[in-house]
């Protein structure tokens, strides 16, 4: 039903504004510098009288943006750079005039706007020809949620239970904050996220195929973080408090401050966050014999409470030495803590689910995650044509873990069984790039190299309770050391010419490891090293047909890196009978992928597209291959390259207003997956799913404003073993505008449905395995936001449907 559904929805929405046509009417904006030169890549936004931003995009190469077949009335252009104030266009009469040019300055300083109150609102999403936006403050449920949550509600975003990201179906995407690498994955990547407050982001950008300028890594693509900064004259800033209740109470709040005066800029982030969540498992081993018929049951409930702070800082300094250079250096840190308990019934049951033995488990598990890193960047302008930038980072991460479990059977005079362990981790990451960019009339030329050292130092010392004493668990202990070195060189040219536009790249990069296993007196010591280096091209090719129909190709190669964590040999335990261990053998998988789209009237886009992902490594469940596991009945969660993934995609995104008052984005992704691959024996899977999201966003009078939000994924496979039940989650939520429209106030409730879930089945050599997870995701939230200052530019923030009000000096407007 709900294959049909949408689409319906769809051309009924078409055909209503086809319907209101008044003539074919176009507005050409060129974007320039106060030098005249093009800013290509400006994002330049079209709004009506009353302010709703209609449509968007990013301007060309030659610094040019055009929207076509737009009905007769006025209309407001208004462009963005990073680095730039704001710019806006003279207000555009279509009514008597079939089309209209304008050229937009955008300045290095404050320009003030005169005679004109801007009240401009952003989208949701924003789909551009390389990626697509998300704007967190444009969903009032995002007030006083983490960047994970942002994630998980994106459109074509799904997150895996050990924290990997899915992008449209497609398996291992690279997440950046502010452009660098976040060095993390899975849980670890997770943490750090659910850490970061959704006040403190400026927009999230989803890029399918990169170019050559961006890191290869990352099958499906990258998601680029970005935090909040600016350049503002005078002292400004912005003030987020939030409170939530699920279960158990959270809360999340950010300050944001910037102060310029002559040629220094300084500027703060700051966010911190505290929750209590819960988190209820319910997993179903049944093995079976020879037969294939159940011989016995495992059944293993466990609930797990957790509290965590979080807290996020980024600060730095601008420095415009002159209108030719600048220098930057920022400051990042983090401090995240999680404590959890747990409390877990395991039974042994028979085919008939009576229990014949139960085991009962308790559980702590601690974790303390800081991050800091320092950033020193310059920009240079060698001419009118050229310019060269620097980056370079050292970031340094310490993540301190300790785990204590008890187990005891169920039966009069039984021990109890203890263990302990501490799991340090020390991660220095030294980073060098430098980028040049020359430009040629309708040319852009850029190229870059870049370096990173990644110096990871792991320990895991386990104890087990003994006589009253605590003895270390040679076994179970390890120690692993793992050096890594990417270099990487790349060249790229864009250009355009008539209605063609295209961009090609070629980037090349060089990996070489060192890994190594310190023993003991029960594990031996081991050691392994790898070099090997591999051309990415990437490219793109736009046709702008007519007025109405633009065709795009895309194409890409990609590599994904096994994480360091995966690599190291050493086994940790998820409970009595499952353990999960790494592989030093893992080679990296690589993707190409390809992509045709057809957008009409930057309304309705239709994409096709395919990819092949070789050496995919997936998620494993083996068997135990220990002589002490006799029956057979302990599990080993790993990773390995088991084959080969395809995925056959088709997109459909509409976005519209409706209304002047009722805002509407739908994004439809149906993926074909074919995984196939060896474990113990060749496996196959193949599965048809799909993934609908739904943002209605309604701006009243008054200052108010209201959202309706959602999306559900029907069954679901990534990985070669495990498949997914449906998903989904309803959101809503209502805004309103306060102290002279400096303020709000946000109400919103996630996932009203309590739909939210993770749950599937996964198939073992010997056994299958239902399982359930669900957490704490229906959450009440009120939020108040604040900006003040005594400088203020026009902005485009929006307050959830709700409106930004800036009134400039003038005629007293």
């Known amino acids: 039903m709900y294959k049909v559904i949408l689409p319906s929805l769809l051309i009924c929405f078409y055909s209503h504004v086809h319907a209101q046509e008044q003539g074919k009417r176009s507005i050409r904006i060129t974007v320039v510098n106060e030098q005249k030169n093009v800013l290509s890549g400006s994002t330049v936004y079209l709004l009506t009288p009353d302010s709703v931003v209609i449509h968007s995009g990013a301007a060309n190469a030659s610094g040019i943006i055009e929207f076509k077949d737009l009905n007769a009335g006025k209309y407001l252009a208004r462009a963005s750079q990073t680095g730039h104030e704001d710019g806006y266009s ?40 390389d990626k697509t936006i998300i704007n967190p403050e444009a969903n009032i449920s995002n007030a006083g949620a983490t960047v994970m949550d942002i994630l998980e509600k994106s459109p074509g975003i799904t997150v895996g239970k050990d924290g990997s990201i899915i992008m449209k179906g497609k398996p291992s995407v690279t997440v950046l904050i502010d452009g660098k690498p976040t060095q993390l994955s899975g849980a670890d990547l997770q943490a750090y996220l659910s ?56 809360t999340g709040n950010s300050i944001n401050l910037n102060y310029r005066n ?130 370079l980072d050292y970031v340094k991460f310490t993540i301190n873990g300790d785990e204590n479990y008890q187990t005891q059977l169920v039966a009069p005079g039984s021990t109890v069984s203890a263990t302990k362990g501490n799991t340090p981790s020390r991660l220095n990451i030294v980073t060098a790039k430098v980028d040049y960019s020359q430009r040629f009339k309708q040319l852009l030329l850029e190229s870059g190299l870049k370096t990173a050292i990644n110096k990871t130092d792991n320990l895991a010392d386990y104890y087990y309770y003994d006589n009253n004493n605590w003895l270390p668990d040679l076994s179970r202990s390890n120690h692993f050391l793992y050096n890594e070195k990417i270099s990487a060189a790349y060249t790229s040219v864009d250009a355009e010419k008539g209605k063609w536009h ?78 999960e261990g790494g592989n030093p053998y893992i080679k990296p998988q690589y993707t190409w992928n390809f992509a045709l789209a057809h957008t009409y009237k930057q309304m309705l886009t239709t994409e096709f597209s395919y990819s092949y992902l070789r050496d995919y490594f997936s998620q494993i469940f083996i068997i135990d291959s220990n002589i002490s596991n006799v029956n057979k009945n302990i599990i080993i969660y790993t990773r390995g390259n088991v084959g080969s993934f395809q995925n056959f995609g088709i997109t459909e995104t ?56 959602g999306y559900y994924q029907t069954k679901s496979q990534i990985d070669l073993q495990e498949w997914l039940k449906p998903q989904g989650e309803m959101d809503m939520g209502i805004s309103k505008q306060i102290m002279k429209n400096k303020g709000s106030l946000k109400l919103s409730l996630r996932d009203l449905t309590y739909f939210q879930n993770y749950s599937g089945y996964s198939t073992f050599q010997n056994a299958h395995e239902p399982f359930v ?12 936001s604040w900006r003040f200052g005594k400088a203020m530019k026009p902005v485009n923030r929006s307050e959830g449907g709700a409106t930004d009000e800036i009134n400039r000096a003038g005629n007293g407007n």
């Not at 046709?543 to 086994?571: K, V």
């Not at 008052?661 to 496996?683: Q, R, S």
């Open 502 to 579: 295209w961009q090609a790249g070629l980037r090349y990069e060089f990996t070489s490891y060192k890994a190594h296993q310190l023993g003991n007196a029960v594990v031996k010591d081991s050691a392994f090293n790898k070099n090997y280096g591999s051309l990415f091209p990437s490219a793109f090719v736009s046709y702008q047909a007519d007025s109405n129909n633009m065709f795009t190709i895309r194409l890409g190669r990609r590599i994904d890196r096994p994480p360091f964590q995966n690599l190291n040999p050493f086994l940790t335990t998820l409970n009595k009978y499952t353990y």
């Open 90 to 129: 003279k207000w555009i009469d279509l009514e008597k005039n079939t089309s209209s040019s304008d050229i937009i300055i955008l300045q290095p300083k404050i320009g003030l706007l005169q005679d004109v109150t801007v009240v401009s609102k952003k989208p949701f999403v924003q789909f551009l020809p």
């Open 773 to 784: 997870i669900k957490w704490d995701s229906r959450v009440l939230r009120l939020s108040f």
């Open 262 to 391: 002559g040629k220094v800029n300084w500027f703060l982030n700051y966010g911190i966050r505290a929750s209590n969540e819960k988190q209820n498992i319910y997993t179903l081993r049944k093995y079976f014999n020879t037969n294939n018929e159940d011989s016995v049951l495992l059944e293993q409930p466990n609930f797990t409470k957790n509290s965590m702070l979080g807290n996020n800082l980024k600060t730095g300094f601008d420095f415009f030495i002159s209108k030719q250079t600048t220098l930057g250096l920022v400051f990042t840190g983090g401090i995240f803590d999680r404590n959890a308990s747990s409390y877990s019934d395991i039974n042994w049951m028979d085919p008939n689910y009576h229990i014949d033995s139960s085991i009962n488990t308790w559980g702590e598990n601690n974790l303390e995650f800081k991050r800091g890193g320092v950033n020193l960047n310059g920009k240079h302008k060698i001419d009118e044509s050229s310019e060269l930038s620097v980056d």
């Open 195 to 250: 850490g970061i407050s959704a006040s403190q982001i400026d927009v999230v950008e989803l890029i399918e195929n990169p170019g050559a300028k961006y890191d290869a890594s990352g099958n499906a693509g990258i998601i680029n973080i970005k935090t909040k900064a600016n350049r503002q004259k005078g002292f400004n800033g912005s003030m987020n408090l939030s409170i939530g209740e699920g279960m158990y109470p959270k």
């Open 654 to 709: 509409f976005q519209q207003a409706v209304t002047k008052w009722w805002n509407l984005t739908a994004v439809a992704v149906f993926n074909h997956k074919i995984i196939k691959g060896v474990v113990w024996a060749p496996i196959k899977a193949e599965v048809s799913q799909v993934n609908v999201s739904l943002n209605n966003q309604f701006q009243l009078k008054k200052g108010w404003g209201f959202e309706l939000s």
